[in-house]
């Protein structure tokens, strides 16, 4: 089993539509989540992190933790072309939280 | 801030040749990172320093591969020699405090193809 484990997709949305982006991690002691962005040949960035169980909101993105299933996931509401990228899952190493053990990634479209 | 900066951008090297990868991390920050971005594996952590010191090294993939860190605004990372199956971006990433809550910032990365 993977440390992290992403569905490599493509998720296809038309615009203006909720895309849910899902994420499961298999160390239950993990402490931080993260999300990044990374559009075709360019570097990842932060979009957010979470580290309570619930949602966490900023703009028309929402991070979702379930540490009980293991489970983190990220709404992307009123989806736009512009957030047609790579969605990376992140999740720290409970043995070392400085180690950010990343997940493939989910390859999002949104089409007008 | 320029932000990280990578050198160069793209290398194409033949199989058995030295390569070094270079990193400038953001000033002040205290982390660096080495990262190696694969279709097939994703983005693996090779290595990362706190305040110029290696701390984990278990993602470095075999011995002809080494990273070093002289001081707090610079570092390589070398293969000797280079395989076609090193061929990968590489990022470097600096941070001012890894693990919770911290953002880790990327550089552009350098595109290695081995032949």
């Known amino acids: 089993q993977k440390e992290v484990e992403q569905n490599s997709g493509p998720l296809s949305v038309p615009e203006g539509a909720i895309a849910s982006l899902n994420c499961t991690y298999s160390d239950r002691g993990s402490q931080s989540f993260f999300w990044y962005r990374q559009y075709s040949g360019k570097s990842p960035e932060l979009i957010m992190f979470?580290?309570?169980?619930g949602d966490k909101e900023d703009g028309r993105f929402t991070a979702q933790l379930n540490k009980a299933s293991q489970y983190v996931s990220l709404l992307i509401r009123d989806s736009q072309p512009s957030d047609s990228a790579t969605y990376l899952c992140a999740v720290n190493s409970r043995t070392n939280t400085d180690k950010l053990i990343f997940g493939t990634g989910t390859r999002l479209q949104v089409f007008p | 801030d320029a932000g990280v900066i990578q050198s160069p951008r793209h290398e194409v090297t033949e199989m058995g040749q030295e390569v070094t990868l270079r990193c400038k991390p953001i000033?002040?920050?205290?982390?660096l990172f080495w990262y190696r971005q694969t279709m097939m594996r994703g983005l693996e952590l090779l290595i990362y320093f706190n305040n110029n010191v290696p701390i984990d090294d278990s993602g470095m993939p075999e011995d002809r591969f080494s990273a070093k860190m002289p001081n707090a605004s610079f570092s390589t990372l070398k293969i000797q020699p280079s395989e076609p199956r090193d061929s990968a971006v590489y990022f470097c990433?600096?941070?001012?405090?890894?693990?919770?809550?911290?953002?880790?910032?990327f550089g552009q990365g350098t595109r290695l193809t081995v032949v």
């Open positions: 990433a600096s941070s001012l405090i890894a693990g919770l809550g911290t953002e880790a910032f």
């Open positions: 979470i580290y309570s169980n």
């Open positions: 000033s002040g920050h205290d982390y």
